[in-house]
């Protein structure tokens, strides 16, 4: 039980490393990493309805896909 609750905190102090060197990852690059994601998924989006032989119609402007500056609502 000792052990799992070790690994347990390892674990956490890891993702918690993790996420730190990522954000200053951001503060020195910008937010370039985050517009090749935004980019990333509209383009898997793309992929996958092309294969549909649904009609799929997706509306036009920023809120369509991804709205990463708006924040959740």
Sequence with gaps: MEQSRQANVIAGEG?????????????????GLIELRRIE??????????????????????QMLLNITGGMQ
């Design 15 to 31: 993702d918690a490393r993790a996420a730190d060197l990522i954000g200053k990852a951001l503060d020195e690059a910008g937010d």
């Design 41 to 62: 998924a509209a383009e898997g989006v793309a992929n996958q309805l092309s294969k549909s032989r649904n009609s799929v119609y997706l509306p036009h402007g920023p």
